[in-house]
């Protein structure tokens, strides 16, 4: 269970499926928060909440 956490506010999402699709730094993934509207490097969380 991978989930992004946004720096900006907080907020805990999911991004599932075509998530492998996309590439991925070092943890940090360029996403953007369905919260905030920010596209920032998420903090990926891996097999926890
Ligand atoms: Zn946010």
């Known amino acids: 269970m991978t989930h992004y956490e946004c720096p900006k506010c907080g907020t805990h999402f999911d991004k599932n499926g075509w998530d492998l699709l996309k590439p991925h730094f070092f943890g940090k993934r360029e996403e953007k928060c369905p919260n905030c509207g920010q596209s920032t490097f998420m903090i ?4 926890k909440i």
């Open 44 to 47: 990926r969380h891996i097999g």
